[in-house]
């Protein structure tokens, strides 16, 4: 396996990794790395999380890469770091105007101890133990926790914006500033809606990205004019 193939592999288990480079001539440097948007390798600028610029396999030609050792989770430790991952996400990143109720889930994520976040993995649908399952629910009910599939994002600026709506971003702001309802349609490798709406006081916005000509693909809950965080696969 390449220096390269190294690191992607890697990426695809952490989504953003440490790795120390070791140069022909003995020299060593400490990189972080990331998938870039579209697909491949970021490398990460100092002092950045998400801009960096893409290298390919020529850029690590000679390099020997060394992965920090890695200390393996169970799925009920994966599901309760994702929760808290996507909290402390969605409290950064979230329009004051939008999802309430979600930013309050949020808030409880990260003020419920890490033994109760431990027990909610058993609520998922390849788990046999109805029992389990259901005590798992009626936690996450009791407690006022989200139920999440997995936690990804997704930038309003990555899905291919045609030409006409490279400003969309700005004007969905406008629109989230005055909770204003909107809807806006666009084709590319995917049919793409974003739009907002209140219901019942609440105001909310989702970005969907659905195969071209089919009513299925990935759904987002839109969480400011740019940000998404991943809702579901249909």
């Not at 690191?7 to 952490?14: F, H, L, V």
């Not at 000679?62 to 009920?76: Q, R």
């Not at 739009?195 to 006081?201: K, L």
């Not at 089919?214 to 759904?219: M, T």
Request: hydrophobic letters at 30%; charged letters at 25%; aromatic letters at 12%.
């Amino acid at each position: 396996m390449t220096a390269y193939e190294t690191i992607e592999s890697a990426i695809d288990k952490q989504s953003r990794i440490q790795a120390t480079l070791v140069y022909p001539g003995g020299g060593k440097e400490k990189v972080r790395f990331s998938r870039a948007s579209g697909g491949g390798v970021l490398r990460l600028s100092p002092g950045r999380q998400r801009y960096g610029r893409r290298i390919n396999e020529f850029d690590l030609k000679d390099v020997t890469v060394i992965l920090p050792k890695t200390i393996e989770l169970s799925s009920a430790e994966q599901y309760a770091q994702s929760l808290k991952k996507w909290a402390k996400y969605v409290l950064l990143n979230c329009h004051p105007n939008l999802w309430r109720e979600i930013q309050k889930q949020a808030c409880n994520v990260l003020q419920t101890p890490d033994g109760v976040l431990l027990q909610l993995h058993d609520w998922t649908w390849h788990d046999d133990d109805a029992a389990k399952r259901d005590n798992a629910r009626e936690l996450e009910k009791s407690l006022n926790l989200p139920h999440i599939e997995q936690y990804k994002t997704l930038t309003l600026n990555s899905c291919q914006l045609p030409t006409y709506y490279k400003k969309l971003p700005f004007t969905i702001k406008e629109h989230l500033d005055k909770r204003e309802e909107f809807k806006y349609y666009w084709t590319s490798n995917y049919d793409y809606h974003v739009y907002a709406w209140s219901s019942e006081g609440t105001y909310q916005a989702c970005l969907s990205q659905e195969f071209k000509g089919c009513g299925n693909g990935h759904y987002w809950h839109l969480i400011n004019a740019n940000n998404a965080v991943f809702t579901e696969d249909d």
